[in-house]
């Protein structure tokens, strides 16, 4: 059985490259408190990372800000 790459390639704007181009789209968890006790584990958040094709650019955005 095959498995499915957890991204995706859409067509969105860069702004590096001033033009529409693909991008590899993937969800991350990401850690937003600096404590690294018990609690970390509880302030992790989505975040949308948006890669560039042409020009390797990324840009995050935390899902819960959309």
Do not use: Q, W
């Amino acid at each position: 059985m095959a498995t499915k790459p957890m991204g995706t390639e859409r067509t969105e704007r860069c702004e590096a490259c001033d033009r529409d181009t693909p991008h590899d789209v993937r969800i991350e968890l990401r850690a937003e408190s600096e404590d690294r006790g018990e609690n970390a584990a509880f302030s992790r958040e989505p975040y949308r990372v948006a890669t560039c094709r042409r020009c390797e650019t990324s840009r995050a955005r935390r899902m819960n800000d959309a």
